[in-house]
């Protein structure tokens, strides 16, 4: 009897909680209002919770379905791609391609018959994000293309230029320098003339790594050091790309004081991850400048911070680097003792 009982607990339970979830979707307030009202509550609050990145993906797509079935009886154009735009982002961030472009195609669809060129803009630019996050770099330039058509027919110089500086990031993962340079160095300009300092800040960023790339290093930390001197706010992120190449590049070029200075900086404000690729991309460099012990030090920093994070992959490169580095300053008897444990974590 009490087996039947259980069983029947755990289904209603399992009907249940898909409503329990519903009903975290908008407050009782509005829940008897107009159904418009409820989708722009339901899509605004999921925006606001991906930025802050506290969100369920799976309650997220229970409230975004609840949305679009509002938004299709209402015939509500914009609740619809809204929505799907929505469910799009959420399945890509997931890794589902696939299902995140089959959603914002639907997005799209609805933008081109209600001839709303924001609105296609806007799709044709998400549809690039899913494109390039999968690799597929030609279809990402493709649509990121169609979207800066778009919103230049809408003058809209903002939404241009960070097209701009999608595609010039795309060029420059493909290593076509030619191309990336142009484009973030025209970003860049009209970032100035409109006084965005979030784009300015990306086109410098881009522009060291792509003169680092190159091997033109006092030109790169000339970039990245315009960030970390600007007055105004720079975003953590930019901040944080900005001090860690600028202590490597010091480092290469001899500034010990500045690149010590920057790397200091870079520690301080970085995760346990973030100080662990720190520690080994120093290593990298005092090994390549021949200063063996120093470089074992960071190796030894950053092999420790491996093993809390429980990265089997990091810490199989670390022994490796750990070996050459005491092979390289003769001491080959320890060097042999990280070779095995190189060996072992690999098989």
Same mark, same amino acid.
């Given at each position: 009897? $009490?087996?039947?009982?259980?069983? =029947? +607990?755990?289904?209603?339970?399992?009907?249940?909680?898909?409503?329990?979830?519903?009903?975290?979707?908008?407050?009782?307030?509005?829940?008897?209002?107009?159904?418009?009202?409820?989708?722009?509550?339901?899509?605004?609050?999921?925006?606001?919770?991906?930025?802050? /990145?506290?969100?369920? !993906?799976?309650?997220?797509?229970?409230?975004?379905?609840?949305?679009?079935? =509002?938004?299709?009886?209402?015939?509500?154009?914009?609740?619809?791609?809204?929505?799907?735009?929505?469910?799009?982002?959420?399945?890509?961030?997931?890794?589902?391609?696939?299902?995140?472009?089959?959603? +914002?195609?639907?997005?799209?669809?609805?933008?081109?018959?209600?001839?709303?060129?924001?609105?296609?803009?806007?799709?044709?630019?998400? *549809?690039?994000?899913?494109?390039?996050?999968?690799?597929?770099?030609?279809?990402?330039?493709?649509?990121?293309? %169609? &979207?800066?058509?778009?919103?230049?027919? $809408?003058?809209?110089?903002?939404?241009?230029?960070?097209?701009?500086?999608?595609?010039?990031?795309?060029?420059?993962? %493909?290593?076509?320098?030619?191309?990336?340079?142009?484009?973030?160095?025209?970003?860049? &300009?009209?970032?100035?003339?409109?006084?965005?300092?979030?784009?300015?800040?990306?086109?410098?960023?881009?522009?060291?790594?792509?003169?680092?790339?190159?091997?033109?290093?006092?030109?790169?930390?000339?970039?990245?050091?315009?960030?970390? %001197? %600007?007055?105004?706010?720079? &975003?953590?992120?930019?901040?944080?790309?900005?001090?860690?190449? /600028?202590?490597?590049?010091?480092?290469?070029?001899?500034?010990?004081? $500045?690149?010590?200075?920057?790397?200091?900086?870079?520690?301080?404000? $970085?995760?346990?991850?973030?100080?662990?690729?720190?520690?080994?991309?120093?290593?990298?460099?005092?090994? =390549?400048?021949? =200063?063996?012990?120093?470089?074992?030090?960071?190796?030894?920093?950053? *092999?420790?911070?491996?093993?809390?994070?429980?990265?089997?992959?990091?810490?199989?490169?670390?022994?490796?680097?750990?070996?050459?580095?005491?092979? /390289?300053?003769?001491?080959?008897?320890?060097?042999?003792?990280? !070779?095995?444990?190189?060996?072992?974590?690999?098989?």
């Amino acid at each position: 009897m $009490k087996k039947y009982y259980l069983i =029947f +607990v755990i289904q209603f339970l399992a009907l249940l909680l898909p409503t329990l979830i519903l009903g975290k979707c908008y407050p009782d307030s509005i829940s008897t209002k107009d159904p418009k009202t409820i989708v722009k509550h339901i899509t605004n609050e999921i925006i606001e919770d991906l930025k802050n /990145s506290n969100i369920s !993906f799976y309650e997220a797509k229970l409230c975004l379905n609840e949305a679009i079935a =509002f938004s299709h009886n209402e015939g509500y154009s914009y609740g619809l791609i809204k929505s799907y735009d929505l469910m799009g982002r959420i399945h890509r961030l997931e890794g589902e391609f696939d299902e995140a472009k089959k959603y +914002v195609l639907l997005g799209l669809k609805i933008a081109d018959s209600t001839n709303n060129i924001k609105n296609q803009a806007r799709m044709l630019n998400s *549809l690039g994000i899913i494109e390039s996050e999968r690799g597929d770099v030609e279809k990402a330039i493709e649509y990121y293309l %169609q &979207s800066k058509k778009a919103w230049t027919i $809408k003058k809209n110089e903002k939404k241009v230029i960070g097209l701009d500086i999608n595609i010039a990031c795309l060029y420059l993962d %493909q290593k076509n320098y030619d191309k990336a340079a142009v484009l973030f160095t025209k970003s860049l &300009s009209k970032a100035k003339q409109l006084n965005i300092n979030k784009y300015k800040n990306l086109c410098y960023v881009n522009l060291g790594i792509l003169h680092n790339e190159l091997g033109n290093f006092n030109e790169s930390l000339k970039f990245f050091e315009t960030v970390l %001197q %600007q007055e105004y706010e720079v &975003s953590g992120y930019l901040k944080q790309k900005a001090l860690t190449y /600028s202590s490597t590049i010091a480092l290469k070029l001899g500034y010990t004081e $500045k690149a010590e200075k920057y790397f200091s900086l870079a520690i301080a404000v $970085k995760d346990e991850r973030g100080r662990m690729d720190l520690y080994n991309s120093w290593g990298d460099e005092l090994y =390549f400048q021949k =200063f063996y012990g120093e470089a074992l030090e960071k190796y030894i920093l950053a *092999l420790n911070l491996a093993k809390n994070l429980n990265d089997a992959f990091f810490q199989s490169h670390l022994y490796e680097k750990i070996s050459n580095a005491y092979k /390289s300053k003769g001491n080959y008897e320890i060097a042999w003792e990280y !070779f095995d444990k190189f060996k072992n974590i690999n098989d």
